[in-house]
């Protein structure tokens, strides 16, 4: 699909440069102590409370971290289901049973993830979870989350509407990634939340 010079994706491209230059700004510290309370914070959801499946991801470079968040609720007994990205840009998931579960998976020299080793249960597994945890550059006032722009998350969405699946969508940010308006298109699903290091905001 072409975009005119100018509109949404345009845009989005703009402010993504925008945000993820801040984000390169932050020291392993500010990660690490943004992760604590962001695990903190996360944990106080109803819908994480009541969960028992969750779909998560693995928090790389200076994302909002997500580790401590993951074995918290492994702790609670929580099935904790992780991304694995497929050559076409769609995500597989596998279920995450500890750090050690992990292994660094690189991806056409662009990137190297983090993701579960075990066995794959195939891109619908996401539509068993109660919750899906949502990676994202910042999200507005309605809701709308502004992606990195890979698409892997639309399909996901796209999976959960199409299969009738119902779960609690909440991204994941820093408090000055929640703003009053990002670009957004007829598509866009908006988030039920946001949680960042200092509270959550919910949207629908």
């Avoid at 979870?129 to 989350?145: E, F, N, Q, S």
Wanted: proline share 7%; glycine share 10%.
């Amino acid at each position: 699909m072409s975009h005119r010079e100018g509109g949404p994706e345009s845009d989005k491209r703009t402010l993504r440069r925008g945000f993820l230059a801040v984000r390169n700004r932050l020291t392993p510290d500010d990660v690490r102590a943004a992760a604590v309370a962001l695990a903190e914070r996360a944990l106080e959801l109803p819908e994480l409370t009541h969960a028992r499946t969750v779909a998560a991801y693995v928090s790389v470079g200076t994302e909002p971290g997500t580790l401590a968040l993951l074995d918290a609720l492994r702790a609670r007994g929580v099935r904790v289901l992780l991304p694995a990205l497929l050559p076409d840009n769609d995500l597989d998931w596998g279920a995450y049973t500890g750090e050690g579960s992990l292994a660094r998976v690189p991806h056409g020299g662009k990137m190297t993830l983090l993701e579960p080793a075990g066995e794959r249960l195939g891109p619908d597994a996401v539509t068993a979870a109660d919750v899906v945890l949502l990676p994202g550059l910042a999200v507005d006032a309605r809701g709308t989350r502004l992606g990195r722009g890979g698409g892997s998350y639309d399909r996901v969405l796209a999976r959960l509407a199409d299969s009738g699946a119902h779960p609690a969508l909440v991204v994941l940010l820093y408090d000055a990634e929640v703003v009053e308006h990002v670009p957004g298109e007829a598509h866009d699903q908006p988030v039920h939340a946001v949680v960042t290091p200092s509270g959550t905001r919910r949207f629908i």
